[in-house]
């Protein structure tokens, strides 16, 4: 098909006795933004390593941009663009320098590989540090200059691993106002990410990465539908306040290790409002009160039954 | 494009980020040029009256201080050559399709540039300081031959040394006993005023019929069974750094 970017199936791939990716199915349209979710060590870089021919599948078939990748890769790579977990800049060289190499580098700079520099670097706001060599650069000046780099061959797909992990929030806005506008020239874009409100930002369809395999695959809104929704927790001190408060809230779930009920609800204040009232009809008052908004950890709680451990990334 | 012209043009550009990367750290500069003519000048001046060699002392440290001048760089170059496989600018050149071969030949042939620098240097330094060997044209052409050939085989092996390293901090010590083995040759003094053990090893290993062969060329009087020797370890060495370097960059992803 013409309009699939990245074809996956059966994806298979282990270190050893560790499975890391255990049959994957994917399907990218061009021209989307496609997110893989998931915790450290759920197989995130793995993909992207596989799908852009850094390493060698054990299992199943990939086309990218209609191309195989273990028979195809120079195909592959010419159309693909990868910007990795760690900004892969050279930090002796400068910014400019830095995007020059890529130029020299690159078989299919259109034009003039000057003047591509210079977009480049106007483009993502390093001109004045133009000059100055990258290890001067902030986090975010070399996540921008490391995804410069990666646009000098004007690839139609580009690979995100985590591209805002570590990012202050004002850098990752940027992050993702470059992402769209990639989008909205028509590159396909294939992301990972921890944040569901990153996925939920940027990508058309989500596929949930546990463990090696896909729980869940969707939009948002789909993947949503399946995970518990705002709710409001209530801490109190004693057992015999969270047995008054519970025949209250008939939807509630209790938690009795932590004195907690759970009350689902829109986090709005009219319902909020409505909450309270009937606690303090009843005479009854709260230790801790906190609204909760769904989060990667409810979408694994819900999927997979157990939470994102902290678990460190088992590939580079 | 074919795929010849393509990794020959890679090559160059990777040479020139390279010497771009020497260029811009003032400790490899340091210990590749300047510490060579440092020692250089220590030896002759501090210790140079203590031991007798038979001739000026200076005529005799000068060519076994050109391979200690070749080892110097070396530590730079490990830890470089690591630094790019594991901060991740390598996956970007492979993404590019640059070859393995344009990768490591670059950090190879930037380091026998530094070299034959670093080696221009210290003789300079030497002439300054009485230096007066007996070499014609051709011999100095058979020294410029030795010290190529020798960066080489030194260049390949630490590349090798740096890609199997874990981390830039081990790679720059694992070519720490590179640096070192200069001394426990015939380079500062002959090995025959050596202690026992040292002696043998003194004489056995590479380093030092590539230094006799230095000296018998620059005394305008060549030995070739020396130079048959230093020619084959040198081969020998690039090889074995060449086919080790090649088969971790595949390992590595």
Known sequence: MTNTAIAASGLRKAFGDTIVLDGIDLDVRAGTVFSLLGPNGAGKTTAVNVLTTLMQADGGTVRVAGHDIATEAKAVRAAIGVTGQFAAVDELLTGRENLQLMVDLSRTTPGDGNRVVTELLERFDLVESAKKPASTYSGGMRRKLDLAMTLVGNPRIIFLDEPTTGLDPRSRRTMWEIVRELVADGVTIFLTTQYLDEADQLADRIAVLDQGRLVAQGTADELKRQIPGTHVRLRFTTVAELDAAAPLFPDSTRDDEALALRIPGDGGTKSLRALLDRLDEHSLSAEEFTVHTPDLDDVFLALTGHTTEPETEAAT | ?253
């Open chain 2, 1 to 253: 494009m074919s795929a010849t012209t393509n990794s020959k043009s890679h090559s160059m550009v990777m040479l020139r980020r390279n010497i771009k990367h020497v260029t811009r750290n003032p400790t490899s500069v340091f210990n590749a040029v300047l510490m060579p003519v440092i020692i250089l000048l220590m030896f002759v001046y501090m210790f140079g009256d203590a031991f007798d060699v038979g001739v000026d002392y200076v005529d005799y440290a000068t060519p076994g201080l050109m391979l200690l001048a070749v080892c110097y760089g070396l530590g730079g170059l490990a830890t470089v050559v690591n630094s790019d496989m594991t901060k991740g600018i390598i996956n970007r050149f492979k993404v590019m399709d640059v070859s393995r071969g344009a990768v490591l030949n670059g950090h190879v042939v930037a380091s026998v540039l530094t070299n034959l620098l670093a080696i221009a240097a210290l003789v300079a330094a030497a002439f300054l300081i009485g230096f007066d060997p007996s070499a014609g044209p051709l011999d100095w052409l058979g020294v410029l031959g030795m010290v190529v050939l020798l960066g080489f085989a030194a260049g390949w092996f630490t590349v090798a040394l740096g890609m199997a390293a874990k981390s830039p901090e081990t790679a720059g010590i694992a070519a720490v006993p590179l640096v070192m083995l200069p001394f426990f040759s015939s380079a500062i003094v002959p090995a025959e005023m050596m202690g026992p053990g040292l002696r043998q090893f003194a004489e056995y290993q590479p380093f030092t019929p590539i230094i006799e062969t230095l000296r018998g060329l620059l005394a305008g009087a060549p030995s070739s069974g020396d130079a048959i020797t230093a020619i084959s370890w040198c081969v020998g060495i690039a090889l074995g750094g060449y086919l080790w370097a090649s088969a971790t960059f595949r390992k590595r992803a």
